[in-house]
């Protein structure tokens, strides 16, 4: 099941710029760990092709140079997304206060023993896959497994309720 949590329009400047900083950041995650995914998958891709080849063309120096960059491991990649549940102010990126910062220690806590115990990752993953990206979002009810996705095929998840 797919989750979505919309976030309150901004009312003022204050927290468009906060909004602002959130995509940004958001953004640059998702690229990051998309990449890394896809660069996985292309990885596990060039195994399971080369398991097709036919002997002759296995043993051509060409198939083996490209088998070196294949990878046979799978892997599950689980983000923890921060969404605080009051708005916190353009400062949030640089307030390492000791409340602050206890806070969100306390909501990361939280959050990695939700998914530890749902543990989606123990479910089967395709064959053909080298990387799953599970979302763990929270939002002022529960938390949840996000399973929106970017690439059907590899970013996949579950709805749990709060653990």
């Known amino acids: 099941m797919t989750c ?6 901004p009312t003022n400047l204050q927290e468009v710029s906060e909004r602002d900083q959130d995509i940004r950041y958001s953004s640059r995650t998702n690229v990051c760990s998309n990449a890394f995914r896809d660069r996985h998958n292309v990885r596990h891709a060039i195994n399971e092709l080369y398991k097709l080849l036919p002997p002759e ?26 969404r605080p549940v009051e708005p916190q102010g353009a400062s949030k990126t640089y307030d390492f206060s000791r409340s602050s910062l206890e806070k969100r220690w306390q909501e990361g806590t939280a959050d990695a023993r939700t998914v530890l ?6 479910a089967p993953a395709p064959k053909e896959l080298g990387v799953r990206v599970f979302d763990v979002l929270r939002d002022d009810s529960h938390r ?9 095929e590899s970013h996949v998840g579950v709805d749990f309720a709060t653990a």
């Open 117 to 122: 115990h749902t543990s989606p990752w123990l």
């Open 57 to 82: 063309l296995a043993s051509t120096e060409q198939a083996k140079l490209l088998y070196e960059y294949g990878c046979v491991t799978e892997m599950d990649i689980v983000r923890l997304i921060y």
């Open 4 to 9: 979505a949590i919309a976030p309150q329009l």
């Open 144 to 152: 949840r497994i996000d399973n929106s996705p970017t690439r059907a």
